[in-house]
């Protein structure tokens, strides 16, 4: 079956810095991908998707890009913020020939900016 | 902005009892879906639904029961409540087809004593 795999449970960096987050995937069909970002006692929202291969896509500073060769979808800013602190999905929703589809999350990568 | 709600939003029962989660999404959005959040493990996809009267089977399905009565509505039933169902349950809806998000309500917190 299709699987998401995100290896970090835990970042924790300081204010300014850069950071990349692993996305992984394993699908027999065409994929699309996303990144959900929940904020401490708030629910999941979109924070940025693509299904075009080795097309970056940006979205609030953001960015990531589909590579369907290596089946990654890393989650990268090159500033991180206090306000970054959350808790971050990759999910995967493959495009089956049946038209129907059933998501996959990955466990989460919970992001910790300290001052 | 897509609108998803739960009720109730924070509920306690013992061992054995009933309960029903409700969710109402008013985008007309065909996908609807059943999650369990837990910690290490991430959001797990119970039950979902494309339309009113359909049901899928998710990843972890045991001890749930789903049913979706109309396009905005759909619940989820445990009928025989066990403290490893204690969880931060969120109901989600999309519009049909792979390439779109989905839009989460803002969760049931179920403790089961």
């Known amino acids: 079956g299709d699987s998401v795999t995100q290896t970090e449970g835990l970042v924790t960096l300081t204010k300014g810095l850069p950071v990349m987050l692993n996305c992984t995937y394993q699908?027999?069909?065409?994929?699309?991908l996303f990144w959900y970002v929940q904020h401490l006692n708030e629910a999941p929202k979109l924070l940025l998707k693509s299904s075009t291969d080795n097309k970056r896509t940006e979205h609030q500073g953001f960015y990531a890009t589909l590579h369907k060769s290596s089946s990654s979808f890393h989650l990268q800013k090159s500033s991180v913020q206090l306000s970054d602190s959350a808790l971050y999905f990759c999910?995967?929703?493959?495009?089956?020939?049946?038209?129907?589809?059933?998501?996959?999350f990955g466990k989460g990568t919970s992001l910790v900016v300290h001052p | 902005e897509a609108a998803v709600t739960q009720s109730p939003r924070n509920k306690v029962t013992v061992t054995g009892g009933n309960v029903t989660l409700s969710c109402r999404q008013t985008?007309?959005?065909?996908?609807m879906y059943w999650y369990r959040q837990d910690t290490g493990h991430g959001l797990r996809l119970i039950h979902y639904s494309y339309g009113a009267g359909n049901l899928q089977i998710g990843d972890v399905p045991d001890g749930y029961k789903a049913t979706r009565t109309t396009q905005e509505d759909f619940f989820l039933l445990l009928e025989l409540a066990s403290p490893s169902q204690t969880s931060l349950y969120f109901c989600a809806s999309s519009v049909a087809g792979a390439s779109y998000e989905q839009y989460f309500g803002p969760g049931t917190r179920l403790t089961v004593l």
């Open positions: 699908t027999t069909y065409s994929p699309f």
């Open positions: 985008n007309s959005h065909n996908y």
């Open positions: 999910a995967l929703s493959p495009l089956t020939s049946g038209g129907n589809y059933k998501p996959t």
